[in-house]
């Protein structure tokens, strides 16, 4: 059996798609307490970027305080 993952749509247009799916992943990550890898914790680009946001749960805390 597979399993049941909750995928977050950005509603941001700006937003790149690997920007979304990093941002996805880093979720995922999170929820399964794995640990960043070096590329993951200093990429510059919008996949490592979007990673850390979800990672670290940041967009939803940025749109939390608006």
């Known amino acids: 059996m597979g399993s049941i993952v909750e995928m977050t749509v950005l509603n941001d247009s700006s937003r790149t798609s690997a920007f979304a799916n990093g941002y996805n992943d880093g979720q ?20 490592a970027k979007g990673f850390r946001a ?13």
């Open 28 to 47: 995922f990550a999170r929820a399964r307490s794995s640990a960043l890898t070096p590329y993951l914790e200093v990429g510059i680009d919008d996949y």
């Open 54 to 66: 979800g990672f670290f749960d940041q967009v939803t805390r940025a749109a939390s305080r608006n």
